[in-house]
């Protein structure tokens, strides 16, 4: 399992929703993004948050010229399964059941979303 990072905070994980879109982007490539989708954030406050980002392992930046471009190094997949680990542990005492229960319980699903999740039980079957 890889690494597990601090906690990304709600303004981050906007900023990172974003590198995950657009695949990277300098701070101001990032900010008129935000900006598209009503979020109107001062310069300093998305680079304070990519800086921030990067310091806890989630983001890169590689100097292109007198900017700084950042991607993401961590997917929405791999922060996910890391939060409901972390979700896991706290609530459930590391047990996953009863967070996939809550997950599932009272929700719709496709015909494909079904056919998925059977296929998953079936390997989890097999393996163990």
């Known amino acids: 399992m890889a690494p597990t990072r601090p906690p990304v905070s709600d303004t981050e994980l906007t900023v990172l929703k974003v590198l995950w879109r657009s695949g990277s982007g300098t701070v101001r490539d990032i900010q008129a993004r935000l900006r598209r989708s009503r979020r109107q954030w001062a310069y300093n406050t998305v680079l ?3 800086t921030r980002l ?17 991607r993401s190094v961590v997917t929405r997949d791999e922060l996910l399964k890391q939060d409901l680990a972390s979700l896991a542990d706290r609530i459930c005492d590391g047990t996953a059941s009863p967070l996939v229960h809550a997950l599932v319980r009272d929700r719709r699903f496709t015909a494909e979303d079904i056919a998925q999740l059977r296929q998953l039980l079936d390997e989890l079957e097999r393996e163990g």
């Open 48 to 50: 304070t948050l990519l």
């Open 54 to 70: 990067r310091e806890k392992g989630y983001v890169e930046s590689d100097p292109r010229g007198a900017a700084h471009v950042f």
